[in-house]
């Protein structure tokens, strides 16, 4: 699988960004707390050097919702598959995304948790691919925005694997 496989963003860029995104992050929010929460399982590896790198007092939730099974094209089907375990009401909320596509599943997932009254909610997406867009949806900080690629790798699924690849490749087509 891996022969078939283009660097599109190295570890070293991938770095480099994270690192900036935790500074802003941490002046955004400087002298107040932070709940980060983990959408499964693509954000995973995201979420944990985004953490290292946000200096504020902050914990952290996981959640996992599916829009796409394993296809490629998104199905617009969103489930809840795990909910967060903590409540969230007047948390300062920081969704951390892999990757924002059509935006069915932030749209949702930002939906559901507003009604649990949150003191704020902003999104964090390492990836951005607006081509595909059908949903708006606010989002607050981008680490990069590419095009509309299938991407995997550094948490992204090929059919599953792939998520433990430390850069974020695409599949070459042949
Ligand atoms: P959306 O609901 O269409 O925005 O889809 C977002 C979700 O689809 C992401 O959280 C990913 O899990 C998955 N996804 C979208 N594009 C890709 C891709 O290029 N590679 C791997 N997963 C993707
Ligand atoms: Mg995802």
């Not at 022969?3 to 570890?11: G, P």
């Not at 967060?84 to 932030?106: Q, Y």
């Amino acid at each position: 699988m891996l022969e078939k496989v283009d660097v599109l963003i190295s570890q070293e860029e991938l770095t480099a960004r994270i690192k900036e995104l935790g500074e802003q992050i941490s002046k955004d929010y400087e002298g107040k707390e932070l709940t980060l929460i983990c959408v499964l399982k693509g954000g995973v590896m995201f979420m944990v050097d985004l953490a290292k790198e946000i200096t504020v007092p902050l914990t952290m939730d996981f959640m996992a919702v599916s829009s796409y099974g394993n296809e490629k094209v998104s199905s617009g089907i969103v489930k809840i598959v795990k909910d967060l375990d903590e409540p969230i009401e007047g948390k300062n909320l920081l969704i951390v995304e892999d990757i924002i596509d059509s935006g069915r599943t932030l749209h949702y997932l930002v939906n559901i948790l507003k009604e649990r009254k949150p003191e704020s909610i902003k999104i964090c997406t390492l990836l951005d691919k607006p081509e595909q867009r059908v949903v708006d949806v606010e989002v607050d900080y981008v680490g990069f925005t590419i095009p509309d690629k299938f991407v995997l790798g550094y948490g992204l699924d090929y059919e599953q694997f792939l998520r433990n690849i430390p850069y974020i490749g695409v599949m070459r087509e042949e």
